[in-house]
């Protein structure tokens, strides 16, 4: 098992979250899925061992939804992952020219072309025009009649990503609700729908304050959440020592410990920038064992400017609320920044927010705001004192260092 700072895990790189593999294989026989993370956590690492390593039965593909900006971009994202797969693109090819219909006159370039080609994308795009809906229906409904002994599945990375890139590129809210009824109606109707099928979708970021303002809350009910959490004690401890093995670096059990106190939630990405820090510190000769050293490492390395960039999202993807709650939001979390290790109560994160936002502030609106603040991970609630507190001891120590000022 290498360390992998940053990239997806596969084959003997993915370290053990057999557990999890197997609920997401159940939870799929019943429906579809929200796999639900921030960025970091492994998600995708996940997703490609479903798709590596498919159960019996499964026909897995998959695309990153992260770039797309328009929703026919999306159609076509999904059109291409389709006619990527061999047995896929060959049963579509041969339902399409059986149908007789217009996909014909597009069989020539389908056939000709790599489903990559940027001609064949700008080919898509306009035979789909503003018609996409009906079209990419007519299109896509084949999938239906697909029996192959194996049920696909469609598995789609950052889904949540792509909506707020619609909203960046000026898609008007309407078309951008039309979108996720469509693509609803792609999931569940008995009629039209791809009833055959499942859908993952992974997100590491919320989108429940989004679909509210669109007043299309409802058309994401079907996907069953599925979060994905930091490792447990023991195989947080588990990673961490094969990790060491592997780069041949020796710490004491009780150095191993204080890795794991100093990052805190043992959340598979961060022990891994440790340990590459640890690497990187032996290779110009310092002494990494000791709780003094680790604490250096950890103080000057990890936190330090060099490794900015590894939580830099964190603080970058606030920019999707507009300017006043933006602002609202780092109020709350540079609070809870400073407190800790003591958390804040709810009711003075309350009044904060007040001060924060003026006339424009309201319960509904602080409520929706800590609700995405906890589901995108930046914060935990502490039922027993009603306060809330950094979900993170490492991202929380960043906060603190380079925006609670």
């Known amino acids: ?19 999890l593999v197997d609920l997401i294989w159940q939870r799929l026989e019943a429906g579809h899925i929200l796999l639900a993370a921030p960025r970091r956590f ?5 997703m490609y061992r479903l798709l590596d390593q498919p159960r019996q ?14 929703p026919v971009g999306f159609v076509i994202a999904v059109l291409q992952t389709l006619l990527a797969d061999r047995r896929l693109r060959n049963f579509l090819i041969a339902r399409w020219k059986a149908a007789g219909q217009w996909t014909r006159s597009l069989l020539d370039d389908v056939e000709i072309q790599t489903p990559w080609e940027v001609t064949l994308k700008l080919s898509l795009k306009e035979r789909l025009g503003p018609n996409w809906p009906e079209v990419a229906g007519i ?15 469609i598995i789609i990375d950052e889904l949540p990503v792509m909506l ?36 993952l979708v992974g997100g590491s970021i919320g989108i429940e304050h989004y679909l509210a303002d ?26 961490l020592r094969d990790l060491l093995d592997e780069l041949d670096i020796e710490l004491s059990p009780a150095s191993q410990r204080r890795v794991l106190s100093l990052i805190g939630a043992p959340i598979p990405y961060f022990i891994q920038v440790f340990v590459a820090e640890l690497v990187s510190a032996r290779a110009e000769g310092h002494d990494v064992a000791g709780p003094r050293h680790l604490e250096t490492i950890y103080r000057d390395r990890v936190l330090g400017a060099a490794c900015k960039t590894y939580f830099q999202h964190y603080y970058e993807r606030l920019r999707r609320y507009d300017r006043a709650t933006e602002q609202a939001a780092k109020a709350l979390l540079k609070s809870i920044a400073l407190a800790q290790p003591m958390p804040v109560r709810r009711e003075d994160l309350r009044a904060l927010f007040a001060r924060s936002l003026g006339e424009s502030s309201s319960d509904e609106a602080f409520a929706t705001l800590i609700a995405d603040l906890e589901n995108d991970f930046y914060v935990r609630f ?14 929380c120590d960043w906060w603190r260092r380079y925006y609670a000022f």
């Not at 299109?139 to 192959?148: S, T």
């Not at 619609?166 to 109606?185: I, K």
């Not at 039922?383 to 490492?394: G, H, L, N, W």
């Open 214 to 239: 669109l007043a299309a809350a409802d058309s994401f009910n079907d996907l069953e959440r599925v979060p994905l959490a930091e490792f447990a004690p023991e195989r947080a401890r588990q990673f």
């Open 164 to 199: 707020f890139l619609f909203r960046d590129n000026n898609v008007p809210p309407s078309d951008v609700r039309a979108f996720l009824y469509w693509f609803r109606h792609l999931r569940i109707d008995p009629d039209v729908g791809l009833t055959n099928c499942r859908f």
């Open 382 to 395: 502490r039922p027993d004192t009603a306060s809330y507190e950094f979900s993170s001891k490492i991202l």
């Open 57 to 70: 039965g499964w026909h897995p593909v998959h695309l990153d939804a992260e770039s797309i900006r328009e």
């Open 139 to 153: 299109l896509l409904r084949h999938l239906r009649e697909y029996d192959g002994g194996e049920r696909p599945l």
């Open 1 to 19: 098992m290498r360390c992998l700072v940053g990239l997806p895990a596969r084959g003997d790189d993915f370290f053990d979250r057999q557990e």
């Open 42 to 46: 492994g998600k995708t690492s996940v």
